[in-house]
């Protein structure tokens, strides 16, 4: 419904009406990405000899043997993507929550969650066909994260989550594309599935982006403090469940996404965004700048310390058989 604030109370008045504002930019933007979008399915990338029984068993059988060379440090990497896209209740809830559910914030909302429920979709068919993973022990972690939840602490702002979702979408690219190219040496086919979920998160990516933006033309100084709330730190999603530090520890060993990784995202978006060239500033706004552009050295400097203080690490997980892993 044009013109409606969101129905939750969250944000402050002027928040709501900046949001209420943005209504049509919205549309704009929702137009945009349907007109770039490819409407994918899992059946798509994952159904072969549909007709032809022979031919679907000889293809499973392929992609199970190819699978098999997939090393232990990338099956981490795909489970702990795929954990991450299997959160997904939990952000529609905190995008409806704080961005209403009669605008069109939910119209994106409710297409928004169409399209990244594909992605656990895939990737869960893909790993059980494949058999990489102890399913049990997979499902087991799947459902402590959901059952604990994810509630960060965004003080019921409305920016912070259109700031975290920026960050976090473009996180969740980097980190499918890179696992993705580093599976194509063993197993083509879920390089062909995160590619696809890749590409759906660039374009996700480029809306939140947008938005965002947006409110920092609209209303600078309380759009820099929120986003100063979410950039320096940003938690994953997943990172209360059990095993989550060392499935992070590993994908960082593994070279799939760091701290190195965030430092470059964070760089692009504030350049993105222009917000060293912010101008008319208040007190705060400018306060929250100058912090903002020193997150970047502040990253380098903690990749920096992760490198040097690393040494050769041991890691066992119960969904990869609890082998040993050893990575520097």
Known sequence: MAGTAPSAPFGTPDQTEVLV???PFVREQISLHLARRNLWF???LLTEGETDRRVGEQSLARV???ARGLPDAIRVGIALNLL??????????????????ESPWSTWNNMWTAEEDRHGCALRDYVRDARIFDMRALERMQYDYIESGFNPMWEQDPYRL???????????QVAHANTGRQCADYEPQIQRVLAHISGDES?????????????LDRDPNRGLQSLLKVMPALAMPGHSMPGYDHMS??????????PRHYQKICEELLDYWRVAELQDLNADGRSAQEKLMKVPKRLARMGDYLEAK?????FSFDFIYSRILELE
């Open 42 to 44: 899992p059946s798509d």
């Open 203 to 215: 374009r996700h990516y480029a809306f939140y982006r947008a938005c965002f933006a947006e409110i």
């Open 249 to 258: 520890d590993v994908v960082r060993r593994a070279g799939l996404y760091g």
């Open 310 to 314: 690393a040494g050769r690490r041991t």
């Open 21 to 23: 504002a943005m209504e």
């Open 64 to 66: 199970r043997e190819d």
């Open 162 to 172: 259109l700031a975290y979702t920026s960050l976090q979408e473009k996180a969740t």
């Open 84 to 101: 991450t896209e299997e959160g997904l209740p939990h952000f529609h809830r905190l995008i409806a929550t704080h961005l209403g559910n």
